[in-house]
């Protein structure tokens, strides 16, 4: 099978490598579509991100769907022809994290695109039967591998413990913000007000659901006035992160879900007196059922964000879609094509 394979920082070449056999609870998958993240685009840029490094030959992409084509000796969970998305991470479920539910935790996940594990920029993948999810027609082949920047928007409402009537923000506007304020608003959010830089994402929010918007350009979030329940910190960026933690009401609670520097200024004492919790998301767990119903109903518009489609031959220009063209907002990668 053909892979596109990160050999160095900003090195990426197509290779012929044998198709996986599948273990005895895995099944084949083709793979018809990977969306792009930003750590993909992370690890070609800096070869790195925190502790993770790439040290040898390394497969990206973690947002997959395709079909399976090929069953382990052991695997009766999904018929030879059924389309999947595929749950990029495996756990051990056998640690005490994944014993309490919390697999995302655990310390021995194998997920795709994290060094030492390949992820899915190729034609075949195999994966654990109980980690691909049966889709139904009305999810498309590229909605299918999106449903795991949604599982990352389903997390951090369950987190923020979004629910009817919330009043919800969101600083970013990336494809996790835009996926984000359509979860709260399906979750029952009656506001979802979403913030950035860029008025064409800002642009795209409303459209797909956000009640207000915010260019932080124009107007400081401070002086707007919003004061919500629940916020949703997706851009990654510290000072955004700070300045939107100060308007959160009393007893509201804070999710960082964007991955930008490693420390945050936090202004405490507004947390202290308002009682506001503050949590971390670490990817997600048991999301993908949700997501599924999400994007089948209509609820979550997936292959709106579709912005740039790229064959497994250009997958660089793939990961530096955003970077060449501001109304960028997920690129797709078609291995078949």
């Known amino acids: 099978m053909r892979a596109s394979v990160l050999r160095g920082v900003r090195d990426i070449a197509l290779e012929e490598r044998p198709v996986p056999k599948p273990g005895p609870r895995e099944v084949l998958v083709q793979v018809t579509s990977v969306g792009t993240c930003g750590s993909d685009t992370h690890y070609y840029e800096h070869g790195r991100i925190g502790s993770f490094v790439v040290d040898g030959p390394l497969v990206l992409g973690h947002e997959a769907g395709g079909v399976v084509v090929a069953r382990g000796s ?60 049966a889709v139904p027609d009305s999810i498309s082949d590229d909605a299918a591998g999106l449903l795991e920047p949604l599982s990352v928007g389903v997390w951090a409402c369950r987190r923020g413990r ?79 992160a700070a300045e939107a933690i100060r308007t959160v009401g009393r007893a509201g609670r804070v999710v960082l879900v964007g991955m930008g520097g490693d420390e945050l200024a936090l202004p405490l004492s507004h947390v202290q007196n308002f009682e506001i919790e503050l949590t971390g998301t670490f990817r997600y767990a048991n999301t993908w059922p949700t997501a599924i119903d999400l994007a089948a109903s209509g609820a979550v518009d997936l292959d709106r964000l579709v912005t740039h489609r790229f064959g497994l031959a250009d997958v660089e220009q793939a990961l530096t879609a955003s970077a060449r063209d501001e109304a960028a907002v997920k690129a797709v990668v078609r291995p078949q094509e």
């Not at 022809?81 to 990029?88: N, T």
């Not at 915010?214 to 955004?240: F, H, K, M, N, W």
């Open 74 to 133: 052991a695997a009766t969970r999904h018929a030879l022809g059924q389309r999947v998305a595929v749950e990029p991470g495996v756990p051990c479920f056998t640690c005490p994290q994944c014993r309490g539910g919390r697999y995302n935790l655990c310390p021995d996940m194998r997920f795709f695109a994290t060094p030492p594990i390949d992820g899915a920029f190729c034609e075949y993948v195999a994966v654990h039967e109980d980690f691909a999810y």
């Open 162 to 240: 979004v629910g009817p009537g919330a009043r919800v923000l969101i600083t970013g506007a990336g494809p996790i913000g835009l996926v984000a304020a359509q979860t709260a608003r399906a979750f029952g959010a009656t506001e979802v007000v979403v913030t950035d830089v860029n008025p064409r994402r800002l642009a795209l929010a409303a459209e797909v659901g956000a009640t207000g918007t915010i260019d932080v350009r124009q107007t400081a979030l401070a002086s707007s006035g919003y004061v919500p329940d629940v916020l949703l910190e997706c851009s990654g960026v510290p000072s955004a």
